[in-house]
């Protein structure tokens, strides 16, 4: 707890440095993320950050010393190679895009990773920082770093905001920005670049290994909770922003413990958490939803069975009748009951349950809908009588009294259904 | 069946177009008066699609040049509007109608430039021109395939251009719909404006266009609709490829290298 006050209420000026560069790498490889995300480039930043792994060590074997305008530069420069060579083996070869990427990853990691190991067999005593870049650890970075860091967030995040257009251009239709004369050669030379930068700048706090995690999993997570573009990218950066600093914070209690890993731990519950409760698409609120509209359906019934009974002559049915009609669902039926007497559409008169005026008007409503529709079926569509009841039995509780003004007449307010059964209407005289 | 015009709003000269080796336009030599409203007929993989992009300069040619307003496309660039295909873009991107539509003002905006409140004014006039005012805000995956083909269309629309070249801009459309629409491609072309589309229904297009170009990996036809609209010309059009030139496609595919190209 002490720690935490300690971190949070930023005493210490290193955290409050580490905080700052945090936040703006999050905001930043969220932005260009989400783009990247959307046009369906994931992997592609994927393979830039393993593919940046070689340059960082080509960088301190010329520096001799972890100088970080060496690295960046080194580390940019082989994240540049990687994002080239893919788009030129594209364009030359008949391989497919996830072969090329799945190769230029893993050469290069691997290239990477040999470089590496020789790097610590040379006793160079430096070496020890380097291996922070596999896995990431924001806590050691120095001041002067950051402010490089920072500095290349900032490019980003200024460069993506002004040409924001032309990003939404990109990915959503190149060739019409081709059409209207927008050099889209350029722009989305441009836009690698910022990713790899992107890559570039994460790597010491997020690691090669995971920095994919950090472009793609917050626009990921935002895309679930809305369908425009300025809100996904703002929402994407703060879910970034959120694990950055909660995955800081925990390499800074646990001084053994990398930062990318945690990072990528938060961000995940972030996108599982979205990925369940989110009210549109998450998967709770679309079971609920369901069961919602299940309910609704037992309950239409119910009070069809009713109306027939009713057409039949019989005013109201027995409780025991009504569930036998729905087999093994009694706690749904019992249920269906209790709410249809609360909203005053059924009465219950000494175990007989029948409707009140308020229910006959709506379960006519149901009756007709079905009615209209098996007409409909039969009428427009040739389909014969004894084959359109099914569909009914799910169309009605669906047609909106828009569509159903239109069935009406459509069917020139027909009187008859396919089974010469009345469509009831509001005058009709079973009322 | 070819109809040259004198002063010609597009010109077309000796275009040949190939995907990689493929050759899939032949030598197409053409020239179209303003303030019609021209149809491109023909079968599928007759090459439609390939000669609208070839216009548009979205597809470098293999051999020939394409002419726009009597200059080369890029000085008139501002001026032509382009309806791609529906199916060409991911519809489930997070845009709302409004923001697609402002797409067409991105041009004469520029880079670098935001749009403002003019550019939403012509935005939603244009909207309203294809009857889509209801959906300024919806987000563009929950429209229909119709409702997608207006925004679209209304994306055009914003352009202000004088020469609109649209790439099925009926399919997946009703027939009240496309009538709608006809009847406002109609009313352009009245107000001197050109438009090119291509269209598949020959039935709609006796009715509607005012002429025709015909395609079959060659230039069939392209003349008023009253002179080319006839059994003989569409038969050439439609009644099968010709079986030389589908082998030699075939032949110049199997080639390492595209020998059409200089």
Partial sequence: ?431 | MITQVENPILEIHDLTVSYDQNPVLWNVDLSLPGGKLVGILGPNGAGKSTLIKAIMGLIAPTSGYVKVFDKPLNEVRSRISYVPQRESVDWNFPASVLDVVMMGTYGKLGLFRRPGKKEKDIALKSLEQVGMSGFVKRQISELSGGQQQRVFIARALAQEADLYLMDEPFAGVDMSTETAIFQLLQEMTAAGKTVIVVHHDIHSAMNFFDWLIMLNLHLVASGPKELVMNEELLRKTYGGKLNLLTRVTDMIRQKDFNPLKS
Wanted: charged content about 15%; some cysteine; glycine content about 8%.
């Fill in chain 1, 1 to 431: 707890m002490e720690d935490f006050i300690y971190f949070f209420t930023f005493q210490d000026p290193s955290i409050v440095w580490v905080v700052l560069g945090i936040t703006l790498l999050g905001i930043g490889s969220a932005y260009v993320g989400t783009f990247s995300f959307l046009d369906k480039k994931a992997l592609l930043g994927d393979a830039i950050s393993h593919a940046v792994l070689p340059g960082i060590c080509l960088g301190f074997m010329l520096a001799g010393e972890k100088n970080p305008v060496y690295i960046v530069t080194g580390a940019f420069l082989s994240g540049g190679v990687a994002t080239f060579l893919s788009s030129w083996l594209k364009r030359n070869t008949k391989l497919s895009e996830d072969t090329i990427i799945a190769t230029i990853l893993s050469v290069f990691f691997g290239f990477g990773i040999v470089l590496l190991t020789s790097l610590q067999k040379s006793g160079n005593p430096e070496i020890a920082g380097l291996n922070s870049f596999i896995f990431g650890n924001a806590i050691g970075i120095s001041e002067s770093d950051l402010m490089l860091y920072g500095g290349l967030s900032l490019v980003i995040i200024v460069v993506l905001t002004l040409m924001l257009k032309e990003f939404r251009l990109m990915v959503f239709d190149p060739e019409y920005g081709k059409a209207i004369g927008f050099p889209m050669k350029a722009i989305s030379f441009l836009f690698n670049v910022l990713m790899i930068l992107a890559v570039v700048i994460g790597i010491q706090a997020i690691g090669v290994v995971l920095m994919a995690a950090l472009l793609i999993t917050p626009g990921a997570a935002a895309r679930f909770w809305t369908d425009r573009l300025n809100p996904l990218l703002i929402l994407a950066a703060v879910f970034s922003v959120l694990s950055g600093i909660l995955g800081t914070y925990v390499s800074f209690v646990l001084p053994q413990m990398p930062t990318g890993p945690w990072v990528v731990v938060f961000l995940s519950m972030f996108a599982l958490i979205s990925f369940l409760i989110s009210p549109k698409s998450g998967i709770i609120s679309r079971y609920f939803s369901r069961k919602k509209y299940l309910r609704k359906t037992h309950r239409d019934h119910l009070m069809k069975a009713l109306y027939k009974a009713k057409e039949g002559g019989k005013n109201g049915l027995p409780v025991e009748e009504i569930y036998e009609l729905y087999p093994y669902q009694k706690a749904e039926t019992s249920k269906s009951i209790k709410y249809l007497d609360r909203s005053q559409f059924i009465v219950k008169n000494q175990y007989v349950i029948s409707l009140t005026e308020k229910g006959i008007s709506d379960a006519m409503r149901i009756v007709r809908l079905h009615r209209l529709w098996e007409l409909y079926l039969n009428e427009s569509m040739n389909i014969a009588p004894d084959h359109v009841h099914d569909s009914a039995e799910q169309l009605e509780h669906l047609i909106t009294p828009e569509l159903e003004a239109l069935l009406e007449k459509r069917l020139n307010y027909p009187t008859l259904d396919p089974h010469q059964e009345t469509i009831p209407r509001e005058n009709h005289d079973l009322r």
